[in-house]
């Protein structure tokens, strides 16, 4: 028996064909390969310089402040984080296609790092916005050493704004303020009671120092006052710290760190200016002479006919700046930079003698914001 054919027409059959694909008239581009980031690839794209800048601490971005210093500052405090404004007419670098929009959450190349923030000074609360002084032996120094240092012969320098280098710290009351002085308090004692106020004056004998420096080539002459006993505080920490050696020695390194090459002999004369050398940018040293004054809570502290009278220092020593403190009683724990000061309760006779007079209205009035100025620019000066 045979086999059968089993052929049959294959052109009945339907045919099976791979769909086509026609082409448009708009031809779909492949994309572009991106390369792969690296400091090896081809294309490596940053972050722009312009977004990897970090916020500036300044002009309007310290609380209110327009300058380093300015006369809407109220409270020293860190820098904020806010984006640098770009200035009009200023360009911009053009961010690739690919850089992610400023303020987006997203994550940065790989090897791209944020530069580390400078070093600041670490200072207590300071505050700026006193309006009162007190119209009492505080505020009748401050008042007389700007009279002083704006005559003729005064040898008081300005800054930059042409406010002559005179200013008064206010200090908060201390448990030690009403108790009974210690003969011979330690290095250990000091440290804990003036510790702060060691820094506060490190920065505001920086920021002077750098403020009268580049105005004279000779030594640069600063006078630190404070105030003796009164009432019952029998322990005043403003004359307490210029008492005594230490302090001075402490706030001095405040001030210049490894930059202070140079001190006193042991056992120098408080009495006497106190002689410091600090290394200066260009490798060479600069003396820096202390006057340290304790003054009496009287009209002593007034009378320039009067040896350890403000007027009378100011022109024996005859300083570039000058930093006077005093204590302001209260609970308060933060310091107080004065910015102006009235002759409000203080009489001048004719000769130029200034006394306490407690019932005498103000009418005159010093503004001077060069100390805040000065601390602000030390604080955001990095640390030496």
């Given at each position: 028996?045979g086999?059968p054919?089993?052929r049959?027409?294959r052109?009945?059959?339907p045919?099976h064909?791979?769909p086509v694909?026609?082409?448009?008239f708009?031809p779909t581009?492949?994309p ?13 794209h940053r972050?722009?310089?312009w ?5 500036a601490v300044g ?7 327009p300058?380093?210093?300015g ?5 020293m ?17 053009a961010?690739p ?5 400023i303020?987006?959450?997203?994550s ?10 400078a070093?600041?000074?670490a200072l207590?609360?300071?505050r ?22 704006l005559a ?6 300005s ?15 201390d448990a030690q303020?009403?108790q009974a ?6 290095d ?14 490190g920065?505001a004998?920086a ?6 420096r580049?105005q004279t080539?000779g030594?640069?002459?600063?006078m ?11 322990n005043n920490?403003s004359?307490?710290f210029v008492?005594h050696?230490?302090n ?5 390194e ?7 090459v140079?001190r ?6 408080m ?9 200066q940018p260009?490798?060479?040293?600069r003396?820096?002479q202390?006057?340290?004054l ?5 009209d002593?502290?007034l009378?320039?006919a009067?040896?350890?009278?403000i ?13 006077s403190?005093?204590?302001r ?7 107080d ?5 009235d ?8 000769n130029g003698?200034?006394t ?5 209205a103000?009418?005159?009035d ?7 100025r000065?601390i602000?620019h030390a604080?955001?000066?990095?640390a030496p």
């Open positions: 028996m086999i054919d089993v049959r027409d052109s009945s059959l045919v064909r791979p694909d026609r082409p448009s708009e581009r492949t572009e390969a991106r390369p792969v980031e690296g400091p090896t690839s081809p294309r490596e972050v722009p310089a977004a990897e800048r970090p916020a002009d309007a971005d310290y609380e209110g402040t300058d380093r210093g006369a809407t500052g109220t409270r405090g860190a820098g904020t984080d806010r984006p640098r404004r770009v200035a009009e007419g200023e360009r911009r670098e961010a296609a690919d850089t992610p929009t303020g987006a959450r997203t940065r190349t790989k090897d791209t790092k944020d530069p580390p923030p070093a600041q000074r207590p609360d300071i700026f916005d006193s309006s009162d002084a007190g119209d009492f032996y505080c505020e009748h120094v401050f008042h007389v050493a700007q009279r002083e240092a003729s012969s005064s040898t008081v320098m800054n930059s704004h042409g406010e002559r280098l005179v200013g008064f710290i206010h200090l908060p009351q303020a009403t002085p210690t003969a011979s308090p330690t250990a004692q000091l440290a804990a009671r003036h510790g702060d106020t060691r820094r506060v004056v920065a004998i920021g002077y120092y750098d403020d009268a580049q080539e030594p640069v002459r600063i630190v006052t404070g105030f003796g006993t009164f009432g019952r505080f029998t920490p004359g307490d008492s050696r230490a001075i020695d402490a706030a001095m405040e001030a210049f760190g490894a930059n202070l140079g006193p002999p042991a056992g120098a004369d009495n006497q200016p106190l002689t410091y050398q600090v290394r260009d490798g060479s040293t003396d820096v202390i006057r340290a304790r003054l009496s809570v009287d002593d502290a009378d320039p009067q040896a350890g009278s007027p009378h220092e100011m022109r024996s020593f005859s300083p570039h700046a000058v930093i403190m005093g204590l009683p209260g609970s308060q724990t933060h310091y930079v004065e910015n102006h000061a002759d409000g309760g203080l009489a001048t006779g004719s003698t200034s306490h007079d407690g019932g005498r103000s009418s005159r010093y503004a001077n914001r060069s100390l805040q000065a602000e604080r955001d000066t990095p």
